[in-house]
């Protein structure tokens, strides 16, 4: 069974960083794309990030690129999402998905993040 | 960016009756994809590359369209489909997604 559990969320003011996680089970990590999700207190979803198989290969939208970063360990099984100059705008439940060659196939429950001061 | 946008945000539905929910995209996409999402739970996969179904899925759904327009059909409503339906695109950067349609039952 696949299954994706996020964790770090949290409380941050606002220009802060906080770094999330997600361990991954139930298939061969290494050998997908992986992403992060979010969604939004209006239930808006937005993709942030994804990241190649191996994690040579990072792409963002620009409402985040410069602040997050993903990357993946595959010894670990761990994908992550480092995330700086944070605004009230992240705030959001962040999802990681595992990232099929057709789209985002499974998904995490989420960890939430609050940018507040 | 593409802009996909759904219609209805909100409607409902009779057992039984038969739904379609519709995407239009701002520029044309090559294949849509369909999440299902329940309250207090992450949205899955529902349907892929515009008209296959994901695993567990039940029949009485099917996708269809092209170019800048799409849809989700559900032959028969039935309680456990109320939900929130979400469209969203791959073929280009940025990743999109539609706003939602949030179907409920009469």
């Known amino acids: 069974e696949v299954m994706l559990v996020e964790s770090g969320g949290g409380l941050v003011k606002p220009g802060g960083s906080l770094k999330l996680s997600c361990a991954a089970s139930?298939?061969?990590?290494?050998?997908?794309?992986m992403s992060w999700v979010r969604q939004t207190p209006e239930k808006r979803l937005e993709w942030v990030a994804t990241i190649s198989s191996g994690g040579s290969y990072t792409y963002y939208p620009d409402s985040v690129k410069g602040r997050f970063t993903i990357s993946r360990d595959n010894a670990k099984n761990t994908l992550y999402l480092q995330m700086s100059s944070l605004r009230s705008e992240d705030t959001a439940m962040y999802y990681c998905a595992r990232t099929s060659g057709i789209t985002f196939d499974y998904w995490g429950q989420g960890t939430t993040l609050t940018v507040s001061s | 960016q593409i802009v996909l946008t759904q219609s209805p945000a909100i409607m409902s539905a009779s057992p039984g009756e038969k739904v379609t929910i519709t995407c239009s995209a701002s520029?044309?996409?090559?294949?849509m994809h369909w999440f299902q999402q329940k309250p207090g739970t992450s949205p899955k996969l529902w349907i892929y590359?515009?008209?296959n179904l994901a695993s567990g899925v039940p029949a009485r759904f099917s996708g269809s369209g092209s170019g800048t327009s799409y849809s989700l059909t559900i032959s028969r409503m039935e309680a456990e489909d109320a939900a929130t339906y979400y469209c969203q695109q791959r073929s280009s950067y940025p990743h999109t997604f539609g706003g939602g349609t949030k179907l409920e039952i009469k």
């Open positions: 139930g298939f061969t990590f290494s050998s997908y794309a």
């Open positions: 520029s044309s996409v090559s294949y």
């Open positions: 590359s515009t008209s």
